[in-house]
T-cell receptor, first 115, second 114 residues
Framework: DTEVTQTPKHLVMGMTNKKSLKCEQH?????MYWYKQKAKKPPELMFV???????INESVPSRFSPECPNSSLLNLHLHALQPEDSALYLC??????????????FGPGTRLTVL | GENVEQHPSTLSVQEGDSAVIKCTYS??????FPWYKQELGKRPQLIID?????GEKKDQRIAVTLNKTAKHFSLHITETQPEDSAVYFC?????????????FGAGTRLTVKP
């Protein structure tokens, strides 16, 4: 299995809602990532988990809360978002650690619209 | 942190011509340079990558070159086809460490005219 899967594909939420994005991989990878991508822009790194520990947090607002329940799963909890948070949220995974070969494989993304 | 610049932002070529996209990076510790292709509404997909111990790598119509001294790397697509039309992103990271921080260039929108 060489796929990263994400659910849901689309999400529309109000500014007072609480929702979660989910990501899953079964490649045995030990690093997982959340990126935010606005239209016509490159993906921007939000969070990196390495061996289930948060290793990079790019000063993302606290209304985004990541969670890594185990090495195959990555969640992004959303609360009190703003309309400018509307974007494509991409999950990725890579082998991670000191083994090198850190190719990142992306999921299909969740297109989020905040009303 | 790493800063990656990519040029041009848009590129239009005739089918069968070659296309070249160039990137520069700032962190001399970066040692892994992937290229991703992203079609409209789809995920970024890895098309080729190169590591700092190699100067050039080729895969059929796609090649990547790396100049560590100048800190720049380039993507070359030969015999372009309409299905090559997409946005291409270069990226740079330090592979082989626990710092899995990959930075993307701004992207190049390639249009191949039939």
């Amino acid at each position: 299995d060489t796929e990263v899967t994400q659910t849901p594909k689309h999400l529309v939420m109000g500014m007072t809602n609480k929702k979660s994005l989910k990501c899953e991989q079964h490649m045995g990878h030990r690093a997982m990532y959340w990126y935010k991508q606005k239209a016509k822009k490159p993906p921007e790194l939000m969070f990196v988990y390495s061996y289930e520990k948060l290793s990079i947090n790019e000063s993302v607002p606290s209304r985004f809360s990541p969670e890594c329940p185990n090495s195959s799963l990555l969640n992004l909890h959303l609360h009190a978002l703003q309309p400018e948070d509307s974007a494509l949220y991409l999950c990725a995974s890579s082998r991670g650690g000191l083994a090198g070969t850190d190719t990142q494989y992306f999921g299909p993304g969740t297109r989020l619209t905040v009303l | 942190g790493e800063n990656v610049e990519q040029h041009p932002s848009t590129l239009s070529v005739q089918e069968g011509d070659s296309a070249v996209i160039k990137c520069t990076y700032s962190d001399s510790a970066s040692n892994y340079f992937p290229w991703y292709k992203q079609e409209l509404g789809k995920r970024p997909q890895l098309i080729i990558d190169i590591r700092s111990n190699v100067g050039e790598k080729k895969d059929q119509r796609i090649a990547v070159t790396l100049n560590k001294t100048a800190k720049h790397f380039s993507l070359h697509i030969t015999e372009t086809q309409p299905e090559d039309s997409a946005v291409y992103f270069c990226a740079a990271s330090i592979s082989g460490s626990n710092n899995n921080d990959m930075r993307f260039g701004a992207g190049t929108r390639l249009t191949v005219k039939p």
